[in-house]
């Protein structure tokens, strides 16, 4: 597995991360919305992963997973407050994690084995978000923009 590291999403990160005023559009608010919740929710899918490889006493590898998880947290979190004020922002972020965490470890019913069924649905999109972070950027912002637009009947 390959995870590069964080330079290039702290550096697009930076950017989100100075004070701004509220976003101005619908789209601004549901990217970041957006972004926010993929980031959140991979970063509950490593901590899950992190957890099992470290249960099969692979450490070296469970590091890996927990920077991306970090990465991860802070990624939805910095795209969290790009649409609501920081307190909420963190609350919203967090509240979202523990979710997303419960809601895996039911779907492998805690038991690590069965993590394949968590790999085949999110680490695709999940080392997307973190080994290219422009590209899966704007991907979403792409998708969200055409689920935007009328539908031609």
């Known amino acids: ?3 590069k590291r964080f330079g290039a999403i702290a550096l697009l990160l930076a950017s989100l991360s100075a004070p701004a005023e509220p976003p101005k559009s619908d789209l601004s608010r549901d990217a ?55 307190d909420l922002a963190e609350k919203v972020s967090h509240a979202r994690y523990s979710e997303y965490l419960k809601m895996m470890l039911d779907k492998i019913e805690h038991n690590f084995s069965n ?26 912002i792409q998708s969200l923009r055409e689920s935007a637009l009328p539908k031609n009947p």
């Not at 099992?52 to 802070?74: P, Q, V």
């Not at 993590?115 to 979403?140: H, T, V, W």
């Open 32 to 86: 970041s919305d957006s972004l926010s919740a993929t980031y959140v929710n991979c970063a509950a899918y490593f901590t899950v992963a992190m957890q099992g490889l470290k249960k099969s006493n692979k450490l070296e590898m469970a590091a890996k997973y927990d920077e991306a998880a970090k990465t991860a947290l802070f990624a939805g979190l910095t795209y969290a407050k790009g649409g609501q004020s920081p």
């Open 115 to 140: 993590i394949a069924i968590l790999q085949s649905e999110y680490s695709d999109d999940c080392m997307s978000a973190i080994n290219d972070p422009g590209g899966f950027k704007r991907k979403r």
């Open 1 to 3: 597995m390959k995870i």
